[in-house]
Every structure is written in C-alpha cells, then in structure tokens.
C-alpha cells in the first residue's frame, strides 16, 4: 500500500523539549516537504528537499530542523527554541521534477505543549 | 466576505445540490493550481489540477474552472453528499516555481 506515513498522530512537548516527527514514503518521490496547518490558515512551508542529502529552509524554520539522510525518510525536529510549537503538522512528496507537481500528504501529527 | 481570525469562509449546502467552492489567486504569472479536500484531522487529498493553458477541467463529479482575466478558480461539486464535508483549499504554483501557496480554504457542511 503505497503513500506517507507520518508518526505519531498525536505528540506532547514540554518546555524545553526537543521532539522528532517522523515522515516516511514509499511512494519512490524524490522531493518531500513539512507544513505547518494552524486553525483557519493556510499551510506555511517549514523545509523542503528535493534531494538526498540537500534541503532548504521554507517560510518558517526557525525553531525547526531536518535531515536527508534517506530518499524515503525525511524527519522533522521541533526544537526548543520554537516557543509556540502547538500545531497540525504535515508533511507531502513529490515527483521533483524540478517544476509544479501534485503534493501527496501524510495524516499528520498534532503536536501539543504540557 | 472572508472570515477573519480562526474562522473559515463556510458553506452550507443541502445534500444533492450543486456546490460552488471560490478561489482568488494572487499572482498572474501562476500556472497551474490545485484543489485539495481536507476532511477534519486528516491531511489533504488531491482532487483535481488545472493548468493555466486550460479553462475549464472535468473530473468525476467535480469541475475546476480558471478564469485568469480575474484571477479567480473555482470548484464545482456535482450532487454534493455528506461525505463531501471538508475544506477545501486551493494551491497555486508561480512562473513554474514548485512551491506552492495555499489559500485558507473554504468549510463545505452538506446537509442531511
């Protein structure tokens, strides 16, 4: 069964806590990207990669890091110096073919602060 | 008008009538859009995409229309069921950028 994987689907923080969400596809797509969703907004770009090893900051990355280190896996961190990380977390592929392409999503992680 | 704050634009529809979902994109050099479905605590489905050298794309039950004189999509649900009740937001890409912006969304509730 084809398709994003993203765990868990709920994740509590406390202060000072770094916490890891875990994005994996197999849909063999070689961009992937971490949205942001907060009530009555639009998705806001964290990071994105487009390739193994290379990714780029998005619209919002303070206070969050990534890694490449896989075609299929691209794992978000929410650092502690992210002071209002409560949020619906997403994470999407994509071909990459270097152009506009259709974004596949995970069920996302709700992320929540004790 | 748009809703401010956490509030999304909603509409509210009765089941088997047609749905009209709108869209106002920013940029006139953006060239291809899509629309996604976000049913509650899930994460978006793609429905349908257009490209700007099209006006008007079928899919099932649902038609996207691109009006680039004004800027302006829309999304057109046929027979709308209760299964349809999302939001629904659409995305666009500019100049061949592979990024895209994404609109707020719009609340469809299909009743009963």
């Known amino acids: 069964d084809g398709g994003i994987t993203q765990s868990p689907k709920y994740l509590f923080r406390k202060e000072g806590q770094n916490v890891t969400l875990s994005c994996e596809q197999n849909?063999?797509?070689?961009?992937m990207y971490w949205y942001r969703q907060d009530p009555g907004q639009g998705l806001r770009l964290i990071y994105y990669s487009q390739i193994v090893n290379d990714f780029q900051k998005g619209d919002i990355a303070e206070g969050y890091s990534v890694s490449r280190e896989k075609k299929e896996s691209f794992p978000l961190t929410v650092t502690s110096a992210q002071k209002n990380p409560t949020a619906f977390y997403l994470c999407?592929?994509?071909?990459?073919?270097?152009?506009?392409?259709?974004?596949?999503f995970g069920a996302g992680t709700r992320l929540s602060v004790l | 008008g748009e809703s401010v704050g956490l509030h999304l634009p909603t509409l509210s529809v009765q089941e088997g009538d047609n749905s009209i979902i709108n869209c106002a994109y920013s940029?006139?050099?953006?060239?291809?859009f899509i629309w996604y479905k976000q049913e509650s605590g899930k994460g978006p489905q793609f429905i349908i995409d257009i490209r700007s050298n099209m006006d008007k794309r079928q899919g099932q039950r649902v038609t996207v229309l691109l009006n680039k004189t004004v800027k302006h999509l829309s999304l057109q649900i046929a027979a709308t069921q209760p299964g349809d009740s999302a939001v629904y937001f659409c995305a666009e890409f500019r100049g061949g950028s592979y990024i895209p912006t994404f609109g707020r969304g719009t609340s469809l509730i299909v009743h009963p």
């Open positions: 940029n006139s050099a953006s060239d291809y």
């Open positions: 999407a592929s994509s071909l990459g073919l270097g152009g506009p392409d259709i974004q596949y």
């Open positions: 849909l063999n797509h070689d961009a």
